[in-house]
T-cell receptor, first 114, second 114 residues
Framework: KAGVTQTPRYLIKTRGQQVTLSCSPI?????VSWYQQTPGQGLQFLFE???????NKGNFPGRFSGRQFSNSRSEMNVSTLELGDSALYLC?????????????FGPGTRLTVL | AQSVTQLGSHVSVSEGALVLLRCNYS??????LFWYVQYPNQGLQLLLK??????LVKGINGFEAEFKKSETSFHLTKPSAHMSDAAEYFC????????????FGQGTILTVHP
């Protein structure tokens, strides 16, 4: 069974631009969660989608948004990029059960904002 | 709300020595607990999980962890360290009604000396 895939793996953008990251979950998984990983703040939860609906959201500004498609693939978008948005963005897929929330992570997208 | 504290941001051991990575959690409801490992430039890989079935949990690569409710701990151990164990390790908790969200500790970097 194929794992979680994320594209692109690396991105370089400049301040003020916007960016879209993509995540394809493991086949059969209906839940996709997104995390931001930085050296200073560690792993922080952005949001979770289940069957095309956002079920949960972390404490991030509205510039961070996401969506999920009917095939469970998910995208996240960051508008008006700031230097502080430079991070590794990880997505994780799961069956969506709760609280036995076993998540499988993709390799991440490394975003650099100049 | 739940939280995780990993004691020691860096742990160094000799090859063949015992590995002990400490994790304490806080949760007002019964938690589900996870240990993940992250190698450089990769995503997170699940090592093991506690889901209330057994307090001693065995995972991949010879790792195990023991859930101690009285101490609110879930420490990760391995009897004999291998060079390939060098990586960053994260403890995470899932509890309550926060769909799709794992709350992570700050991580512990394990260094293995020959």
């Amino acid at each position: 069974k194929a794992g979680v895939t994320q594209t692109p793996r690396y991105l370089i953008k400049t301040r003020g631009q916007q960016v879209t990251l993509s995540c394809s979950p493991i086949s059969g998984h209906r839940s996709v969660s997104w995390y931001q990983q930085t050296p200073g703040q560690g792993l922080q939860f952005l949001f979770e989608y289940f069957s095309e609906t956002q079920r949960n959201k972390g404490n991030f500004p509205g510039r961070f948004s996401g969506r999920q498609f009917s095939n469970s693939r998910s995208e996240m978008n960051v508008s008006t990029l700031e230097l502080g948005d430079s991070a590794l963005y990880l997505c994780a897929s799961s069956l969506g059960e709760y609280p036995n929330n076993e998540q499988f992570f993709g390799p991440g997208t490394r975003l650099t904002v100049l | 709300a739940q939280s995780v504290t990993q004691l020691g941001s860096h742990v160094s051991v000799s090859e063949g020595a015992l590995v002990l990575l400490r994790c304490n959690y806080s949760s007002s409801v019964p938690p589900y607990l996870f240990w993940y490992v992250q190698y450089p430039n990769q995503g997170l890989q699940l090592l093991l999980k506690y889901t209330s079935a057994a307090t001693l949990v065995k995972g991949i690569n010879g790792f195990e962890a023991e859930f101690k409710k009285s101490e609110t701990s879930f420490h990760l151990t391995k009897p004999s360290a291998h060079m390939s164990d060098a990586a960053e390790y994260f403890c995470a908790v899932s509890a309550g009604t926060s769909y799709g969200k794992l709350t992570f500790g700050q991580g512990t970097i394990l260094t293995v000396h020959p």
